[in-house]
Every structure is written in structure tokens, then in C-alpha cells.
């Protein structure tokens, strides 16, 4: 996936926004990597331009070697948002069979629903979950088609702190098994640097891309890994970015 | 496991119909009990009054003579309702549809609902008063008019609300679809049609009491039969008992067909927030 000079403007009362100026950004195949920013940095409108859901008013956009509606027609790509979205009057196995009906394809959501964890919970109807396990939910029903690139925006962002742990180490453990190329958005800084192999930096107002900080830790990882000095120092790193990148604001 | 489920196992089936979700009646004797005492001490003291005041029988007859109006004749009632019922009923379903049908055109088309949604309130704003006299001309004594009259006072709150509700999905479902390059008919039927169910019931709460209304002034304009024509013919004669009696019966047809919407609202929805107890 390739994002080359994007620009994004929309109008608004108070004139026009800039949501995101002259962005550029690689992700291979099997590749993690996570944006990090503040509020309305345009991370999101970057990843909703990848997925196709905006065109962008400038730059071009390359998702497996065509256009983003191309990767949609090809089932290619998985999309986990803040709020699941689930189909409220579908129990969990339907609302993760979704996908197989959209696209036609077939999968064992039996297995998957064991690999996310809620194979208990497949009767379930997500009105009787908690967060955490709907966005489990949410998770498998991203994966059923067997996607190319997963595009994940603030997945963990509306849990409580314990769920989030408990999800962002499942999803460590679920990719280091897939490999799937995954953009992932977050403004949790340790977050990004435990799960990715790359964090790209962004500031705001206009969005641009400030940074793009290697993540060189070994896996497979473990949380154990957050107390190390080269954690510490990556996460030092992105931070100082995020910071320098407010100050030239100023 | 921090996520534990908060409530009982859901039913086993999965599809996009509805799920039928039998649950135990959970009202307290007290509840039910304490309108009938209500109701009774009412009628009561009314019989009462009537009878110590001498209060004449044509202004006020007493529950006793109208309970003697209704058992005397049932068959009159009986026959008059279930006139009134085919017409309101009859009307009820072609405004649903033909709302319905007008209603997805116009929610997926901004340019279609500018186009419609003027003469669709014109509909809504026409007296039916002032129309029905033309339906009579156009379509005799029959019961077409009366079904067209309650179809008019229906169709209206059945559009808007099918529109509303075709609209109002989920942000992230919908993007989460068309990040599968998910049809419109996919869409439609897997996302939009089920999100606008709590509005179409909504719509059908307000519509059935109003097709009711729709069919009885109809037929009290022509006279034909029905219970409209039923209280012409007891005002008429000064029949305050039947009059009485007309009413018992319109405002229990009234109920009933509401407790049929809300039942089936009840199995049809209960994966809705307002049926989960929130």
C-alpha cells in the first residue's frame, strides 16, 4: 500500500480545512505500522482514503498495485473502527459471517471466532457484550474474508485500560501468526511502538507526516518488552517527535 | 477473563429476519388489579349518580343500559366493527406499502425526495373531509372510498418515518460495507432494512389508531354501513346507550389492534434498545 503527496481539504463555516498537506507513506507486505498524532492531525482521513471511503482532493493512492475501489472489488481489505459498528439484531457468528456474504467467499468462523477468543459468545447478540468483546467481534469479522491489508482506526480507543491490554497483546499474538499488512491509528505512543514495525509520526493542523520512526525490537514480543532501555528510548523517540512537531506550530 | 456477558444466552437463530423471543409475563397481579378497581368504582358511582339524580337517559344513560345496548344487538356492533376494521385495516396496509415502496426510493435519492416530499405532504395537509366527497364520486359507496380515506390519513407518518429510519444507519457498519464493496441491494437488505424497523413501528403506532379514525369518518360521512353509519343512525334516534356502546367498541378495537403492533414490535425488535431495558 502507497500513499504518494496526499492532500486533503474539505470547506467548513470557518473557511476551508486542510486535513491533511502532502502526506507520504509506504506499508509492505506483512507490515505493521501504526500513525500516531493528535486529535484531527488527519490520521483518519488518511485511512479512510486508503480504504476508499473519501477521495482525496490531491496525490494519488496505490493499495496492492491499483486504485482503493480496486482493492474493495478484490475483498483485499479488512477495516476495524473505534466503534465496532456490528449489526445490533445479528448474534456474533452472523455479524462475522458478513463479510463471507458480501464478498461470496467462505471461511471456518468457527476457528476464527476460536483464534479471537468469543467462541463461547457466537449465539451472543452484541447489545449483550461488553466493549472489549465486541471489538473482539469486530476483529473477526474484519479478518473472515481473508483480507491483504487490515486498516485499523483507534480500534482499542473508546475501552478501558484493562481490555485495551488484554486486546493489543491478542493482537500482537493473532499478527505475529498472520503477517497481514496493517495500518494501524492510534494516539497511544506505546501502544504503537509494542505492536508496529514502523511509526509514522503525524502533526496537525495541516496534517503532514513529521517522522517515521523504525521499530528495530525483536519479536515475537511480549510486554515484557516495555520495560526494556530500547523501549523506553523508541517511545522517547516518537515522543520527541510528537513534541517537536507541536512546537513548530507554534 | 475480564469481558464477562452481561445477560442470558440469546436465541439461537442468526439471520437478518426476525428472531422470535417468547418471555415470561412479568406484571404483578397489583398492576393488572389495580385498574379493573379503578375502572369498576368509576362505573359504579356513575350508575349511581344516574340513578339517585334521576339524570335523563338520552343525556346520560346509565353503564347498565349501555351494557343492555351492547348485549341486546351484538351482532349490530359486531358487524359494524368488522366493517370498519376491513377498511382501516385495508387502508393501513396499502398506505404501508405504497409508503414504504415511495419511502426507499426517496432515501436513496436526495434529488427524489426533494421531487416527492412536497406533494407527499400535500397528502398529509388535505382535509380528508373535503376529499372524500370526490372519492365518492370516483369510486361509488363501496368500500374502496373508506379504505383510500384511511389509506390518506395513514401514509403520511409511514413515509417519513420509512425515510428516517432507511437512513439512520450506523456510521462504521456502512463504512465497514462499503470497504467490501458491498452492493446497494447488500446494503439495503443487511444494513438499512433492519436499522428501519423501530421507525416503521413507530410509524405503524401512530398509523393504526389513524386508520381507524380515517374508516369511521368515512363512513360517517356516506352512511353506508360501518360504525360510523351505526352512530349516524343512533344519533339519529337519540340512542345514547348504542352511542355508548359505539364508542366502548371503537376505543376496544383501538386498543387492541395497538397491543397486536406493540406484541409484534416486541418479538420483532428485541434485539433494540428500547427492548433491552435501558
Known sequence: ?????????????????????????????????????????????????????????????????????????????????????????????????????????????????????????????????????????????????????????????????????????????????????????????????????????MSGSPGRIVADVAIDLPRPRSEALESTPRFVALTGEVRAALRDASRGLR | MVDTPVRAPAPADMSDLPVLNVRPPRQPLIAVALPVIVVVAILAGWEAWVRIAHVQRYLLPPPTAIAQALAGDPMRFIEAAAVSLGAALGGLLIATMGAFSLGVLMAHSRALERALYPPALLLKVMPIVAVYPLFLIWFGFGIWPRVLIAALITFFPVLVN?????????????????????????????????????????????????????????????????????????????????????????????????????????????????YRGV
Request: net charge neutral; with cysteine; charged share 20%.
Open chain 2, 162 to 274: 420509512t425515510v428516517i429510519g432507511l437512513r439512520s444507519v450506523d456510521p462504521q457498519a456502512h463504512d465497514f460495507l462499503r470497504a467490501l464493496h458491498a452492493s446497494r441491494s447488500q446494503v439495503f437488505w443487511r444494513l438499512r432494512l433492519p436499522s428501519s424497523l423501530p421507525y416503521l413501528f413507530a410509524a405503524l403506532r401512530i398509523s393504526v389508531p389513524l386508520s381507524l379514525i380515517g374508516a369511521v369518518v368515512a363512513e360517517f360521512l356516506s352512511g353506508a354501513s360501518g360504525m360510523g353509519q351505526l352512530i349516524l343512525v343512533a344519533n339519529g334516534d337519540f340512542d345514547t346507550p348504542a352511542l355508548f356502546g359505539a364508542v366502548i367498541v371503537l376505543a376496544a378495537l383501538g386498543v387492541s389492534l395497538t397491543v397486536g403492533i406493540s406484541y409484534l414490535e416486541r418479538r420483532v425488535l428485541d434485539w433494540h434498545e428500547s
Open chain 1, 1 to 201: 500500500m502507497e500513499v504518494r503527496d496526499l492532500s486533503h481539504r474539505y470547506p467548513s463555516s470557518a473557511g476551508e480545512v486542510v486535513a491533511l498537506e502532502r502526506a507520504s507513506l509506504r506499508v509492505g507486505a506483512g507490515e505493521f505500522v501504526s500513525i500516531v498524532g493528535p486529535s484531527g492531525c488527519g490520521k483518519t482521513t488518511l485511512l479512510r482514503a486508503v480504504a476508499g471511503l473519501i477521495a482525496a482532493t490531491g496525490g494519488e493512492v496505490r493499495v496492492l498495485g491499483g486504485a482503493p475501489e480496486d482493492a474493495q472489488r478484490a475483498h483485499a481489505l479488512g477495516l476495524v473502527t473505534q466503534e465496532p459498528g456490528l449489526l445490533a439484531w445479528r448474534s456474533v457468528e452472523a455479524n462475522v459471517r458478513l463479510p463471507l456474504e458480501i464478498t461470496g467467499t467462505s471461511a471456518d468462523v468457527d476457528a476464527l471466532l476460536e483464534r479471537v477468543g468469543i467462541a463461547a459468545f457466537a449465539r451472543y447478540r452484541p447489545g449483550q457484550l461488553s466493549g472489549g468483546m465486541r471489538q473482539r467481534v469486530a476483529l473477526a469479522r474484519a479478518l473472515a474474508h481473508g483480507p491483504r491489508l487490515l486498516l485499523m482506526d483507534e480500534p482499542f480507543g473508546a475501552l478501558d485500560e484493562l481490555s485495551r491490554e488484554e486486546l493489543r497483546l491478542e493482537l500482537l499474538a493473532l499478527w505475529e501468526r498472520e503477517r497481514i499488512a496493517v495500518l494501524f491509528v492510534t494516539h497511544a505512543i506505546h501502544e504503537a511502538v509494542l505492536l508496529s514495525d514502523r511509526v509514522v509520526v
